[in-house]
């Protein structure tokens, strides 16, 4: 790095292994004199990788995050009264854009139902503040009402448009020319 005249920070510094299903005992790293322990995830560009990249460490951060996100949209609509319906889906794609954010990366982790449950937890408290209903109503219900696509659905949607604007920009490119 210093050949590149690029510095680090090393207390900044993390580390994890990427091991898949095999457990790693914790490896010490020494980065300029400052010791680096690895971790079992570590946050890159807003995405948590954990060390099999199954991303349920990102999967429950977002889940969290995203959770907090509409409890504050929720003091400002209360059940009776408040914003019409289609206020209050504007401000519910807020959450969604907090889980949504780099799907195509990590979408195969909705494949466990464990995952996917996390996300559809905080689905059904944007559809019970969406529609002002109480929550005995079934999930399914709710949703359809409020008008909210289910998050494994829209998780595939963004895939499938990032798929064809890497196939778009793939064809521009044109073919590879060999020297």
């Known amino acids: 790095m210093r050949s590149r005249s690029l510095t680090l920070a090393p207390e900044k510094t ?18 300029e004199g400052v010791s680096v322990q690895t971790r079992s995830d570590l946050k890159y560009l807003g995405v948590r990788i954990d060390s099999g990249l199954n991303y349920g460490a990102h999967l429950t951060a977002v889940a969290a995050k995203a959770s907090k996100t509409v409890a504050a949209l929720s003091r400002l609509m209360p059940n009776i009264g408040g914003p019409r319906g289609s206020k209050r889906k504007l401000l519910s794609s807020v959450a969604h854009s907090v889980m949504l954010y780099s799907a195509e990366i990590w979408r195969e982790a909705l ?11 905080v689905q059904r408290k944007i559809a019970l503040r969406i529609y002002g209903t109480y929550r005995n109503t079934s999930v399914e219900a709710v949703m359809v009402v409020a008008g909210i696509i289910p998050i494994k659905l829209q998780v595939e949607e963004r895939n499938t448009i990032y798929n064809r604007q890497r196939y778009e920009r793939d064809i521009r490119k044109g073919p590879e020319k060999t020297p």
């Open 111 to 121: 494949n466990k139902e464990r995952h996917h449950n996390k996300l559809k937890k």
């Open 14 to 31: 993390e580390a994890v292994f990427i091991t898949g299903r095999r457990r790693h005992t914790p490896i010490n790293i020494e980065v």
